[in-house]
């Protein structure tokens, strides 16, 4: 979403991110606006959306209480992760993150696909790790790190203490942490709706351990998704498995000692603590026959995409989860939206359900138990009912 303002006086090129640290969807964005800064393509400031800002400057630019949002030098707002990466990749083209249709169509569909992927798929695995172990009698417990972090937000320059009081009180009423699955609202009716009920817990760590260990098959032999280079498919990933993993004490522990290549790759791909992982820009030396330093490229693949449109075999593992898991789920969700349309319940022009997260006010009876926009899908042998997320279709489309 885009939304045009009168321009602010900030300087000529540079961007205004309203971010948190700890969100699925600002890492991501973070992480992308970073590179192109790191080339000279662009600057950026990057901002924490307290609730001040979010209140009096957020949601009248753009309607949305929703980060990451992007306010553009010429004024413009731009809400939403992929329209950000979408509208920055227009006005800065180099370097590029999205390979080319004409030049490398198949490394462009992959991009997309693993981006789908990370961030309508895998916010099942990042919603679980990071609420679960907030639960009361969660062991092992991150509640006291986990109410920290959103304090920061909710209470940003207050003394440690107010923080977390902020955030438990946030926790116990609008977030719902406290009642769980046992009568799941807020954060919990938000992981029944996405099909992630307890009995199918299970499940989705078996999918989220499968996904883990064919991406460290891969950053075994390449430093990025595409090669030498990152991608969109490295920013899209880079949003659960930063914010929800590798800056999580319980999930960061187990991805640390499970995946340590994983874990280096997120360090590379954010650039941050980077220099034994190796990040797009550094050199590695070596020393000529006259003792001076020779500079080499320090990441894999000639620090560039693999030539040819070529898909290296260990990223086909993790397009495999894509196709096997998500796409019929997909295929679905829009046979259940397309009969909704078709239905006459729905009014051409009329609004349509947001995105995931939880089920859109005032559309809760039709994205829920048997409504016309819930559909049934299956995983690790068990079956389940989701909601239809609209969104995803723009998604598909987008690619």
């Not at 996405?194 to 817990?201: K, N, P, S």
């Not at 995409?305 to 969700?333: H, K, N, Q, Y």
Request: charged share 20%; proline share 7%; aromatic share 12%.
């Amino acid at each position: 979403m885009t939304c045009q303002n009168a321009p602010v006086a900030y300087g000529a090129r540079a961007y205004r991110l309203f971010s948190w640290e700890h969100s699925y969807f600002s890492g991501k964005v973070r992480a992308f606006l970073r590179y192109k800064a790191s080339a000279g393509a662009l600057e950026y400031e990057d901002i924490l959306a307290t609730p001040e800002l979010i209140a009096g400057l957020l949601i009248p630019a753009t309607q949305t209480n929703v980060v990451p949002q992007l306010l553009a030098p010429d004024g413009t707002w731009v809400q939403d992760s992929s329209e950000i990466i979408d509208f920055c990749e227009r006005a800065h083209p180099a370097p590029a993150v999205i390979p080319p249709a004409d030049t490398a169509p198949k490394q462009r569909l992959a991009s997309h696909l693993i981006e789908l992927l990370a961030d309508e798929w895998m916010v099942v695995y990042g919603f679980l790790e990071r609420w679960l172990y907030s639960l009361d009698g969660a062991e092992p417990s991150h509640a006291a790190a986990n109410e920290q972090q959103w304090g920061a937000v909710f209470a940003a320059g207050a003394d440690g203490e107010t923080r977390r009081r902020s955030a438990q009180a946030i926790f116990a009423g609008g977030f719902g942490v406290a009642s769980g699955f046992a009568n799941p609202r807020g954060i919990f009716a938000g992981l029944v709706a996405l099909g992630a009920t307890e009995r199918m817990i299970p499940a989705w760590e078996a999918s989220h351990a499968r996904l883990l260990d064919r991406l460290e098959a891969h950053f075994s032999r390449h430093d990025f998704a595409l090669g030498g280079l990152p991608s969109l498919a490295d920013f899209g990933l880079l949003g659960p498995l930063y914010a929800h993993h590798y800056r999580d004490p319980v999930a960061g522990f187990r991805l640390r000692t499970r995946y340590p290549l994983v874990t280096e790759w997120v360090e590379r791909a954010n650039h941050t603590c980077d220099l034994n992982a190796r990040s797009y820009g550094q050199k590695l030396y070596s020393l000529g026959p006259n003792r001076e330093l020779v500079a080499r490229p320090a990441t894999s693949d000639g620090a560039a995409w693999l030539a040819g449109d070529r898909i290296a075999p260990t990223l086909l593992p993790v397009l495999e989860v894509f196709f096997l898991e998500m796409w019929p789920a997909l295929t679905s969700a829009l046979a259940a939206l397309r009969a909704y349309l078709a239905s006459g319940r729905h009014a051409p022009g009329a609004e349509l359900p947001g995105k995931t997260f939880t089920p859109t006010p005032g559309f809760e009876a039709l994205q829920t138990g048997d409504g016309p926009l819930n559909y049934e899908f299956e995983l690790g042998g068990l079956r389940e009912r989701r909601m239809v997320v609209p969104y995803h279709v723009w998604m598909l489309q987008r690619g």
